[in-house]
């Protein structure tokens, strides 16, 4: 069922105060939500068909912590922390790779199985009071849910029913209607990284919002004509904004794209939902492919986003052209990456020293940014210069 957003009370203003500036550009800042967000929450880190085979790995950084992914010999999936136990070396150096029986250190072959297990280091034999066990790699709890892979380094993490699915079930109005696309049943059509010079919640935000659709997007806008109106579809519960009368699919041209993801309901057919799975994700959903975005901040004024096009497995095998599917969202990305990193150098200005404003169809960015005051302590003055 579709909620409209209530009407603002004549005592609401229209505009409403963003966070300070110091937010988006302190080091302390972002120290403290790498510890209180990223290294405390679900963090989606790699697509588990990307980890195709045992032995296979790929290491991701979240929040200060660099994290190994892998698959043990039994083909399960595992993460452990990238740090070899002997002196704290990186583990695995590569971002990805494939290892046959075990992983060694670099630095002085301290040797791991799969489960992280210490098999093997030099002069082993002679230190009997070794605990292979106890000196193994610290673990990390995972979760696989959509083809991706979950984890979360909090020593108690929250509930990933009532954090992820939850956030997703909120927004669509039940958890059933993303099963429907089978986004781990499809195929990696194209990934694309872009290093963006900005603080992540800049590109949360832009991300909530289409009050700037009509200014910078007007390939989505012809496609998505609603959203030129200003209104996301985030502002509404279990809505998708309806394709144009005359677009025949989703891409950039309007041109015809592929067929129907088998089971998708018909009141899923040519319509686009936006869900933001706090503290890194957006996923994108339409009727013949899914678009994955995973964001790495990597500094305040940093983040690496990881996005992916997923589509029907036999549309990826016949290597029918995807270019005008995926470029409609490429050139979306690349417009909003661009005006996040026109908009990161002002959060270092004195004009933005007390923050910004939201406008009506921007206040439920609000809650965004209660989530993340109420999860992250204030940092102190001598930490936000």
């Known amino acids: 069922m579709t909620v409209a957003p209530e009407s603002p009370a004549a005592t609401t203003p229209s505009l409403l105060a963003t966070?300070?500036?110091?937010?988006?550009?302190a080091p302390g800042v972002f120290r403290r939500e790498q510890e209180h967000l990223f290294e405390a929450m679900w963090f989606c880190a790699v697509r588990g068909a990307d980890l195709d085979r045992p032995g296979a790995f790929r290491t991701v950084q979240v929040?200060?912590?660099?994290?190994?992914?892998?698959?043990?010999?039994?083909?399960?999936?595992?993460?452990?922390?990238?740090?070899?136990?002997?002196?704290?070396?990186?583990?695995?150096?590569?971002?990805?790779?494939?290892?046959?029986?075990?992983?060694?250190?670099?630095?002085?072959?301290?040797?791991?199985?799969?489960?992280?297990?210490?098999?093997?280091?030099?002069?082993?034999?002679?230190?009997?009071?070794?605990?292979?066990?106890?000196?193994?790699?610290?673990?990390?709890?995972?979760?696989?849910?959509?083809?991706?892979?979950?984890?979360?380094?909090?020593e108690e993490p929250p509930s990933f029913e009532e954090t992820v699915i939850g956030a997703v079930a909120d927004r669509l109005g039940d958890a059933a209607s993303v099963e429907r696309y089978d986004v781990a049943g499809l195929a990696l059509g194209r990934r694309i990284s872009y290093?963006?010079?900005?603080?992540?919640?800049?590109?949360?935000?832009?991300?909530?919002?289409?009050y700037h659709c009509a200014t910078i997007h007007p390939e989505l806008t012809d496609v998505l004509p609603e959203f030129a109106d200003g209104l996301a579809a985030q502002y509404f519960v279990g809505h998708g904004a309806e394709f144009a009368e005359e677009a025949q699919g989703f891409t950039v041209d309007g041109s015809e794209g592929f067929g129907r993801i088998a089971g998708i309901a018909?009141?899923?057919?040519?319509?686009?939902?936006?869900?933001?799975?706090?503290?890194?994700?957006?996923?994108?959903l339409v009727p013949d492919h899914v678009i994955m975005h995973r964001m790495f901040p990597l500094a305040p004024d940093r983040t690496l986003v990881e996005c992916d096009w997923l589509y029907a497995p036999e549309v990826v095998a016949s290597e029918r052209d995807l270019s005008k599917s995926?470029?409609?969202?490429?050139?979306?990305?690349?417009?909003?990456?661009?005006?996040c990193e026109r908009t990161q150098p002002a959060m270092d200005s004195r004009a933005y020293r007390d923050g910004g404003v939201l406008v009506p169809s921007e206040h439920h960015i609000g809650a965004f940014h209660r989530w993340v005051t109420d999860h992250v302590p204030t940092p102190d003055a001598e930490e936000c210069p």
């Not at 043990?72 to 695995?92: Q, T, V, Y």
């Not at 046959?100 to 489960?115: E, F, N, V």
Request: contains cysteine.
């Open 19 to 25: 966070l300070p500036g110091h937010w988006y550009t």
């Open 63 to 154: 929040g200060r912590e660099n994290v190994l992914v892998t698959r043990n010999r039994r083909g399960e999936l595992r993460a452990f922390l990238n740090i070899c136990r002997h002196r704290g070396a990186r583990l695995c150096t590569e971002e990805s790779g494939t290892v046959r029986r075990s992983l060694q250190c670099p630095y002085h072959a301290w040797t791991y199985d799969l489960d992280g297990r210490l098999t093997a280091a030099p002069n082993l034999q002679k230190m009997p009071d070794i605990d292979r066990v106890e000196r193994g790699l610290v673990p990390v709890r995972l979760r696989e849910w959509l083809g991706y892979v979950w984890v979360c380094l909090a």
């Open 195 to 210: 290093d963006v010079r900005a603080n992540w919640k800049l590109i949360v935000e832009n991300f909530m919002e289409c």
């Open 266 to 284: 018909e009141e899923q057919d040519r319509r686009y939902y936006a869900i933001t799975v706090r503290p890194q994700v957006f996923l994108n």
């Open 326 to 339: 995926v470029e409609l969202f490429h050139r979306v990305n690349a417009q909003d990456f661009d005006a």
